[in-house]
């Protein structure tokens, strides 16, 4: 079995409910949650998870099997937020030692800040080897940043990257669209709120699907706020 074809195992697998990982993800973010009262993540899983039941699965349960099971050395995300996402992938990891990290939002709607997400990381003890923040608009800082010699000398390819930023659709086909030439065998796309109970943007995601057809695995879970997953071929 090459190497996408056993990512592919390993996120099919995933993308079902796990009371344990369902546990766990809840553990995580009421430790976040007194830390940073203001974000009302937890209460906004708890919803779905009220709706739903033992069927519930979004991409915090999927990103504990991938921390676990696969070695992440080059993580990307599009839209981190106040960190939450970064911190359930870490912590599912046992050395970050060579763990790289770069964190791409915009930070402008007055709550959310590098510094919150530093916080956050620090209240679960999670210090990656490098974590380093773009702050601004992805369709302009990602080409930027994947322009710059001095970041990326040589080359860089990323084992993981979500794609989590600007929600309007156009907006988010940029984003997919920016992140292509960060991909090799077994690099992981995921696009988030692809389902009704997110943003609505599973015609971006199909249609990003058709037009890149044959480079990648394809995963969908629409049992929460829906989740998208390429797997580079």
């Not at 899983?45 to 992440?72: M, P």
């Not at 510094?115 to 679960?124: G, R, T």
């Not at 994947?146 to 907006?171: M, Q, R, T, W």
């Not at 997110?198 to 480079?215: E, I, M, P, R, T």
Request: glycine share 6%.
């Amino acid at each position: 079995m090459n190497k996408p074809e056993f990512v592919s195992n390993v996120v099919e697998n995933a993308l079902r409910h796990n009371p344990v990982v369902n546990a766990t993800i809840f553990s995580t973010m009421r430790t976040l949650k007194k830390v940073n009262p203001g974000d009302t993540y937890l209460e906004n899983y708890l919803w779905h998870f009220i709706k739903r039941g033992n069927s519930f699965v979004d991409y915090y349960h999927l990103l504990w099997h991938l921390g676990a099971q696969l070695e992440l050395k080059n993580i990307m995300e599009i839209g981190c937020r106040t960190g939450i996402s970064i911190c359930q992938l870490l912590s599912a990891m046992i050395d970050l030692s060579e763990v790289d990290v770069i964190l791409f939002d915009i930070f402008a709607d007055g709550f959310t800040s590098p510094e919150i997400v530093k916080m956050n990381m620090k209240a679960l003890n999670l210090e990656p080897n490098t974590l380093k923040f773009v702050i601004g608009d992805s369709a302009t800082t990602l080409p930027e940043w994947k322009d710059s010699p001095c970041d990326i000398e040589g080359g860089i390819k990323f084992d993981y990257i979500l794609v989590d930023g600007n929600h309007e659709k156009v907006a988010a086909r940029t984003d997919l669209e920016n992140v292509l030439s960060l991909t090799q065998p077994g690099t992981i796309i995921l696009f988030d709120d692809i389902a009704e109970d997110g943003c609505n943007l599973n015609d971006v995601w199909s249609s990003f699907k058709s037009d890149h057809s044959g480079k990648f695995i394809w995963h969908e879970n629409f049992d929460g706020k829906g989740i998208g997953v390429a797997i580079c071929k």
